[in-house]
């Protein structure tokens, strides 16, 4: 860390009393937009995956259709830990550019693939770009959206995830479809969808502005000012006319970097046991969303008998309960408080899984009952979901804020995105209710283990400014 100089700001005070605007809309919709774009990938390569199988395709085998999931998976932690860092080192608006340009060539030549090498290729520099967007984003998120709102923003910012989802289902049955384009053909502009969508989210973003929190710290607190007064103007001829605000100053000592030595301390030492929650939060819903998720096609099939062309139809549903939760329960995050809806969500997400798999063991369920239970499951864990990256993005200093989403990002799509499918995949094979019902309560209980786990150290963050939450490092006497 380069010696820099103490100074004294409003800018975090004066972000956090703003009205809700058209600003703040923007914001939501043109850094928002990635988690659309990560539905809409995961949609399309799932959708798609049989398709490749064909000669007038790829003439991928299974295997390589599995092996290209990994791919995009390793490409999406890697690039996450490296535009993580990133993030905090050059800054959110900088990164957030990048992040997406690299989301939309990738996506973009995954259209001009010519074989596995080249598909695999495409797919994790896909991945990296929407890794490196989640940390990117999240923390660009919190630090400009006002403290009052940042819970239920970011709830239903995450839960945008299924209508990618849903979009991503909904143009596979048009694009695969022979009678409208031929099969050479429509798969490749299935993906071409990714990448026009990356360019609106590029010409959006154009507005947005670097993190006045972090110029602050990064020795520009002049441009940090500048940055908050236009939008202050945007409001009201006079900004001395908004609400007032009775923060004291934020005190920092301004600096060009943070050290590893000092990241390291920060997440092992000083703040261990808010790594450890968001170690377990992050963990435990991946495991419990993508053990279902990714298998729910197997269980309709397996267990049902739904024929493998009607399946898609029962995702809407699915998709709608993971839309519907954060938005309709995330304003309760601000007003009823982070430990009491994140430790709700995640309890009572589990005991309806675990009363679910005693119905589905007992043969009490066909497929249509077995997608309503899913549906009702799946509105109180998306919030449940969606709280564990609202919870890992505002507990963390600001100088690390970023690398520690990705940390915790990687570590969930590692232990879940992997981890859990595989398991599953291999229990459906299996044909065995009783062992599918074991799984089902393995992933109950650790959904009730994360609820337990945040009534003992979750942090009460709602409405605190973030500086509230955790104290910049450069805050500190040195």
């Not at 064909?54 to 990994?70: K, M």
């Not at 860092?85 to 992040?99: A, P, Q, V």
């Not at 710290?217 to 609400?243: G, K, W, Y």
């Not at 990002?409 to 209710?433: D, E, R």
Request: glycine share 10%; hydrophobic share 50%.
């Amino acid at each position: 860390m380069a010696d820099g100089e103490w100074i004294e700001s409003y800018v975090p005070a004066r972000l956090d009393r703003m009205p809700w605007s058209r600003w703040h809309w923007l914001i939501v919709v043109s850094l928002g937009a990635t988690w659309i774009l990560d539905g809409l990938e995961v949609t399309l390569a799932g959708s798609l995956g049989g398709i490749l199988t064909r000669r007038e395709t790829l003439d991928l085998s299974d295997t390589q259709v599995g092996a290209s999931a990994t791919f995009y998976l390793a490409g999406a932690v890697i690039g996450a830990l490296l535009f993580g860092y990133g993030t905090d080192r050059l800054g959110r608006k900088r990164l957030f550019f990048i992040t997406v340009a690299v989301y939309l060539v990738a996506t973009g030549l995954t259209a001009f693939s010519w074989s596995f090498a080249s598909y695999a290729f495409f797919r994790a520099l896909t991945g990296a770009g929407i890794g490196g967007e989640y940390a990117a984003i999240n923390s660009a998120i919190d630090e400009l959206i006002p403290a009052r709102v940042r819970g239920r923003v970011d709830l239903m910012i995450n839960g945008s995830y299924w209508v990618g989802a849903a979009l991503g289902s909904a143009a596979t049955i048009v694009l695969l479809d022979p009678q409208r384009l031929p099969i050479w053909l429509g798969w490749r502009c299935a993906f071409g969808i990714g990448a026009t969508l990356g360019l609106v989210v590029i010409f959006f973003r154009r507005w947005i502005p670097e993190s006045p929190r972090w110029l602050m710290i990064h020795r520009q607190n002049a441009e940090a000012e500048r940055i908050v007064e236009d939008v202050e103007h945007r409001f009201v001829s006079h900004p001395e006319t908004l609400p007032a605000h009775d923060a004291p100053p934020t005190r920092i000592h301004t600096r060009t970097h943070t050290p590893w030595r000092e990241i390291w301390k920060a997440i092992v030492h000083e703040h261990r046991q808010r790594s450890l929650l968001g170690f377990v939060l992050m963990l435990t819903q991946a495991f419990f969303y993508n053990a279902i998720f990714f298998t729910y096609a197997l269980v309709l099939m397996r267990f049902y008998g739904v024929p493998e062309k009607n399946v898609g139809g029962y995702l809407l549903p699915f998709a709608l309960g993971n839309v519907l939760g954060p938005l309709l329960l995330g304003h309760l995050f601000d007003t009823i408080g982070r430990k009491q809806m994140i430790t709700a969500t995640y309890g009572l997400a589990g005991v309806l899984l675990a009363l679910t798999g005693c119905l589905f063991q007992a043969g009490m369920l066909t497929a249509e009952t077995q997608t309503l239970a899913w549906t009702l499951i799946f509105f109180v864990a998306s919030a449940a979901a969606s709280s564990a990256y609202l919870t890992v993005s505002e507990i963390f200093p600001l100088e690390i804020r970023a690398l520690a989403i990705a940390i915790f990002y990687a570590v969930g799509t590692l232990a879940g995105g992997v981890g859990a499918p595989v398991l599953f995949g291999w229990i459906i094979g299996t044909g065995s209710t009783t062992a599918l019902f074991i799984g089902y309560l393995v992933g109950a209980a650790l959904m009730i283990f994360g609820a337990l786990t945040e009534a003992w150290i979750g942090v009460p963050a709602e409405r605190r400014p973030l500086e509230h939450v955790a104290a910049p490092l450069s805050s500190r006497e040195l």
